[in-house]
């Protein structure tokens, strides 16, 4: 069975200020990786993926994340964040279960930007 | 706009009633998903199709069901509705449903069962 856990329910940091949302999973098979963001009210946009390849993804919005396969985490950065960063981010895991890809979202991160 | 379309964006009804939901995938995707989020649980998926055919099964309610009709549009029916079954309801699609394909979500519809 494969699992993602988002360590942090919250994160509270200053404009300008760089943010790391924290994503670890767990898969037998290969997987496939995601980050998505939520606006309010809004439905779920691809900020990035993660197939194969180079570890460290660059996505929309200034935002990249790095696999790690040892530490199987798929950590979520931003080196200077701004106020329209304010969302929640949802990491996904992609995997082959049952026979069928299926995907597994994480409970989300609250990145609150403070002005 | 992301090309996924869902109506209505809001529902408010009663316990034991029955309602449609109904969304429109972008434009050349063929695979529709259907997901639960609420505050307790999360994104729970529901049910998947592909090209009008069932292609993946999740956390779905045998009081709820979906289809997926030949023009690729798809409902999702929620029948002898409880207060907890309250939450958003999204749907997504996605090109093929291949294992690298991101999904485009919809806005959502907020059904709220009082």
């Known amino acids: 069975a494969q699992s993602v856990t988002q360590l942090d329910s919250q994160v509270p940091v200053f404009e300008e200020a760089p943010v790391e949302l924290r994503c670890n999973y767990s898969?037998?098979?290969?997987?496939?990786l995601f980050w998505y963001v939520q606006y309010p009210n809004q439905g779920l946009q691809l900020l990035l993926k993660?197939?194969?390849?180079?570890?460290l993804v660059k996505g929309i919005n200034g935002f990249e994340a790095e696999f790690n396969k040892s530490q199987t985490s798929f950590h979520l950065r931003k080196p200077s964040v701004h106020i329209s960063d304010t969302a929640e981010y949802f990491c996904?895991?992609?995997?082959?279960?049952?026979?069928?890809?299926?995907?597994?979202f994480g409970i989300g991160t609250k990145l609150q930007v403070i002005p | 706009d992301s090309g996924v379309t869902q109506t209505p964006k809001h529902l408010i009804t009663a316990t034991g009633q029955r309602v449609t939901l109904r969304c429109s995938p972008r434009?050349?995707?063929?695979?529709v998903y259907w997901y639960q989020q609420s505050l307790d649980q999360g994104l729970q998926f529901l049910i998947q199709?592909?090209?009008?055919?069932?292609?993946a099964k999740g956390n779905i309610l045998e009081r709820f069901s979906a289809q997926q009709f030949p023009d690729l549009h798809s409902e999702l029916n929620l029948s002898s509705l409880e207060l907890g079954d309250s939450a958003l309801y999204f749907c997504?699609?996605?090109?093929?449903?291949?294992?690298?394909?991101?999904?485009?979500f919809g806005s959502g519809t907020r059904l709220t069962v009082v």
């Open positions: 997504a699609s996605s090109v093929v449903g291949g294992p690298g394909d991101g999904y485009t």
């Open positions: 898969s037998s098979v290969s997987v496939y």
């Open positions: 993660y197939l194969s390849g180079s570890t």
């Open positions: 996904a895991v992609r995997g082959n279960s049952g026979g069928y890809q299926k995907v597994t």
């Open positions: 434009s050349g995707d063929l695979s």
């Open positions: 199709y592909y090209n009008g055919e069932e292609r």
